[in-house]
DNA sequence: GTGGCTGCAAACATTTTGCATAACT
DNA sequence: AGTTATGCAAAATGTTTGCAGCCAC
């Protein structure tokens, strides 16, 4: 369970200091299980704490991460950096390049990617990053006239 | 085969032209078939064609990867982003967070997760980046105490 | 010749940092 | 009280863009 106390835990046992924005950060962290930006998690935190400065989401966000509290995922070919919450069940991302739409599967697929490297190469491995772009089974099933291909070469920024 | 000549005929079909920078570019990556940042492949453009801008570069980058010719990736918690060519044939990066090293395998790892995320999930899957962080065969083996031979951690940055 | 590229420099976006002050323990 | 962490603002990074001139076709 990923309750807030848990946060007070982590950081006490450290010597961090519980403070406002990181509490903030964390629970904004914690409401929206989804990846969030920073900027994102940003806008979270000054909903409920207004006045927590943009650098100290970049520190708190640092500071769980070398705790290993957090962990920052780029989906896809996706140009921002997210966050999420350090699950410790490890879990992939599958981002449709059609519709957009990211699942999160927390199935077994990493647990045997994990024991595969370790069988087979001899790695142990601590932290599974697997982002997939590619179709969904709705897009898939609907056909081919979707979201066309000059589409994809929209984004170009 | 990726040879010069592949560029030329990857760019000229489409309509681009094949110019200075963009051999430039094309060519530090196949020189180096490692991993590279931006930063890199401009110094590596830069000692064969001096002049070459960095906007050059980084134009260039973004064209290829429009082609699928080049594949942007982070490796594992780095900052920093990094290009390689776009081998058609799929593979994945094991990086030890202990000595640094990063291996690439082209193993059926990523041919098995395809496919079971077509039977599995329906999901059709065009791009798979994985990258697993953790400790590699001779660190692991090495028991505590590394701080490994350099050499191998040669390549960061 | 001409339109697509490039170099250059300025603009942007994002993340980091120095320092005085506020706040957690 | 003693520090650690914050807010603020400035700086450092990394990447993009407008534009006049150049060059591949």
Redesign the pocket.
Known sequence: MSSSDEL?DH??VK????????RAVWRALMDADDHL???EIAALVARR?P?????????????FAQLDLVRESRLGDE???RWELAHPDEHFHLICDSCGRVDHHAGDLVARIIEHLRSGHGFDARSVDLSVVGRCAFCAADGEQRQPPDDIAND??
């Open positions: 007070n950081l006490r010597g961090y200091r519980v403070t406002r924005p990181r930006t920073v900027e704490q006045g927590v400065n943009l650098a100290s989401v970049y520190r708190s966000l640092a500071l140009d921002v950096t170009s920024r």
